[in-house]
């Protein structure tokens, strides 16, 4: 099976991203992965600190193996917003494909000196390594009454970026241009800055750009920053929505449910749906 950095060149050159969702249930792994796999698109698997913990690392890893033979379908792992280079190491030993060290809230010099030791550990795995420069805020399990104003300071200076990856070498670099984690009770984002992002890849032609808090994002944003180099969109609210409103309405109706595998397929029905929005979306339909 052909490795994820090939895919990630191949969305770099074919114009499209690769879709990464995160889980922490079973019902959504078997809802990305078979959409996935009737829409012929590679998928990324993520999970955050949290969510692995839950759902146990060394499980994922073989939940991964085991649809990745089963549907023969490039499934890739990445830990999401990695924090502890102990956790991260040993995201990167158990199997982990690709991890995320999110040292965005601390100087640039501290996350480049940090990133750097990551970058050297996983680099003789055959591990991928995404960076991050300029604060992604918020959480991924918030839906917000308000509009949400990303704070200037906040977002990716393209300067800092192109220090960053010079002093690093990461794979990846996840940007700040206005995407947030969570989501807007109006669904939709609408504060990218394709400027930011233009004037990154400017300085840095050849990167692989990554952007997180995909959920919401109106489309033509999506097309936009797709042109300009980013080959990963995370998603994971809107998942996590269409998982947990569906359950919530299932019961309801039905208070004398009580037998999983009669409900849990129409919980996996309703993630199926986000997840062919967005492989539509991202353009990642027949890329295997």
């Known amino acids: 099976m052909k490795s994820l950095k090939y895919y990630f060149k191949k969305a770099q050159k074919e114009n499209f991203a690769i879709p990464q969702f995160n889980f922490s249930d ?17 998928v990324i698997l993520g999970t955050s600190e949290g969510e692995s913990e839950f759902f146990g690392i060394e499980e994922t890893v073989a939940i ?3 649809l990745r033979k089963k549907l023969n379908l490039p499934i890739f792992l990445n830990l999401d917003h990695g924090k502890s280079f102990d956790y991260i190491k040993k995201a990167i030993d ?7 060290f999110d040292g965005s809230k601390l100087q640039l010099e501290e996350n480049i000196s940090k ?9 003789w795995r055959g591990v991928l390594v995404e960076g991050e420069v300029g604060r992604i805020g918020t959480e991924s399990s918030t839906i917000y009454s308000e509009k949400f104003e990303i704070k200037e300071e906040d977002l990716t200076k393209p300067e800092e970026a192109q220090k960053f990856i010079n002093k690093t070498g990461v794979d990846l670099l996840a940007v700040s241009i206005g995407n947030f984690h969570g989501i807007e009770v109006s669904g939709v984002c609408p504060n990218l800055k394709i400027n930011i992002l ?3 890849k400017e300085k840095l032609p050849n990167t692989l750009f990554v952007l997180h808090g995909g959920s919401g994002i109106m489309e ?6 797709i042109a300009q180099g980013i080959v990963k969109i995370n998603i994971n609210t809107e998942i996590r929505i269409a998982f947990s409103e569906n359950l919530r309405k299932i019961l309801n109706n039905d208070p004398k449910l009580i037998v999983p595998y009669k409900f849990l397929p129409l ?18 339909e027949n890329k295997i």
């Open 26 to 42: 079973f019902t959504q792994v078997k809802g990305i992965t078979s959409k996935a796999k009737e829409l012929k698109s590679p």
């Open 198 to 200: 233009k004037d990154i």
């Open 220 to 225: 033509d944003d999506i097309k936009n920053v």
């Open 115 to 123: 990133t750097k030791k990551i970058k050297k550990y996983a680099r």
């Open 94 to 100: 158990v199997g982990y494909d690709m991890v995320h």
């Open 267 to 284: 919980v996996q029905k309703s993630v199926e749906e986000i997840v062919e929005q967005k492989i539509k979306l991202l353009n990642s």
């Open 64 to 66: 991964r193996n085991v």
